[in-house]
C-alpha cells in the first residue's frame, strides 16, 4: 500500500505509486548522491591532515603552539571571507563546473603543502585552501534540491554529511602509519592527488538530471513532483524562455541583506552556528581535552577518539531517515525538518555532563552521546534547499556556511581563552553546551515556518 499524501500547505506533494506495468524508476541520483559523498569525505580530509601532520611539521620547520593555531585559523578565515562570492560563482556557472573547479584547486593547495619549507608558504596554502573549497557544501545543496524531490532531501544530506566524520574516523589510523613510515609531507602527497584524480572523476560522471543518461523519464517525473529540478536545471518548456531569464538576475548585494533580514535564513544561521561549535571543538580541542584534562595517553587517545565520529556518522543517517520517514507520514515540513534539529542541539549541550563524572569510559559515552547529536543536528542544509529563494540557491548557500563557519574561527579562540585563563576545560565545556542549547532556541522561536524566501 502506498504511504499517505500529506495535503498541508508545508507537506510536499509524494509521486503516485507507479501503474503495474509501468515504467520502473531508474536511480541516477543515489549514484550522484555517491559522488557528493565521496567528495566531502576528501574536503574534511583535506582540511584536517595538517593536525594530523602536526607533530612531526612543526619539529621540522620550527614552529611554535602559538604560531601553529594561527596557521589552523587561517583556513577558516579564508573559507569563510569566500562565501558569498563562491555561492555567487555557483549561481552563475552551476554546479558541475564549480564543483569540479574547487575540488581541483583545494586539492592542489593540499599536494603543495607538502612541498613548502616556511611558514609563510604554509600560510598561503592554508589560505588558498578555504577559498577553494568554499563552494563545497553550497553546490552539495544545490545538487540535492535539483536531483531529489523534497521528503527524500533529508536522508541525501545526511548521506553526505556523514562523510565528514567517516573520513575522519576511519581514514585517520592509515594516515597516523602512513606518517610514520614515510614522513608528514607524504600526508599531503596523498591526500591531495586522490583529491585531483576525484576531481576528474566528477567531471566525468555529473550530469544535470535531464542530461544524465541514467535517469529514465519515471526518475525525472519523481523527482519533479516532488519539487526538484529546478528551472535553471531542467529543459524549458514552451514558453518558459522568459521565466528562465528572469531567473538568472544579476547579482546586487542588497540581495544578501534583504536575505538575511528573512528570520528563516537568520534562525537557521543561528542554530548551525551552534551546531558547527560543537563539531569545530571535536575537530580542535577534543585530543588535547582528553590529554590535560582526563590524563590519558597517546595510544588510548587514538582509541577513544575514534568512538565520537563514529556515534556522529550514526546520527547523521538517523536525523536524516527519521526526517524524511515523518514526511512520508504526512508531517509538515515543520515538524520533519526541525525536530530533529532541535532535538539533536538540546541533547548535544549534554557535553556539560562530563565535568562532572570521574570515569574515562563514562566521559567517553557522554562526549559520544553529544556529537551523536550534533549529527542528528546536521540537517541545515536541508532547509537551505527548502527556503532558498528561485534561481538564488548559491547565495542562500553561501551566506548559511559564512554563518555557521563563523564558529571554526569563534569556538577555537573562545575555548583557549577559557582553558588559558582557569588551566581547565569546566568552562569550555559548558561554553559548548550553551552554544547548543542557544541554537535550539533559534530554531523553535526565530526561523518560524519552513517555506520558500520570496524576495
Known sequence: MAPPVSTGRDAPTLAAAPAEGALRRSKARYRILGLLAVGTMINYLDRTVLGIAAPQLTKELGINAALMGLLFSAFSWSYVVAQIPGGVFLDRFGSKLTYYLAMTFWSLCTLVQGFVGSVGALLACRLGLGVAESPCFPTNSRVVA??????????????????EYIGLAFFSPFLFALMGAYGWRSLFYVVGGVGIVFGLVWWAFYREPHDHPGANRAELDYIEAGGGLAKHDAKPAEGEKGDQKAGKKGFDWRMAGQLLRRRQLAGICLGQFAGNST????LTWFPTYLATERHMGWLKIGFFAIMPFIAASVGVMFGGTFSDWMLRRGF????????????????ASCIILANFVQSNVTVIVILSVAFFAQGMA?????????????????????????????????????????????????????????IALLGAASYIFVVGDIKRIEL
Open 146 to 163: 535539483t536531483w531529489f524531490p523534497q521528503h527524500e532531501r533529508a536522508f541525501a544530506t545526511g548521506t553526505y554529511t556523514v562523510g
Open 279 to 282: 563539531l569545530v571543538f571535536f
Open 332 to 347: 509538515s515540513a515543520n515538524v520533519a525538518r526541525k525536530l530533529p534539529i532541535i532535538a539533536g542541539l538540546l541533547l
Open 378 to 434: 546536521a540537517l541545515g542544509w536541508t532547509l537551505v534547499s527548502d527556503i532558498a529563494p528561485a534561481g538564488m540557491l548559491g547565495l542562500t548557500g553561501g551566506i548559511f556556511n559564512l554563518a555557521a563557519n563563523l564558529a571554526g574561527i569563534v569556538t577555537p579562540i573562545v575555548v583557549g581563552l577559557i582553558v588559558g585563563a582557569t588551566g581547565s576545560f569546566v568552562w569550555a565545556l559548558a561554553f559548548i553546551g550553551a
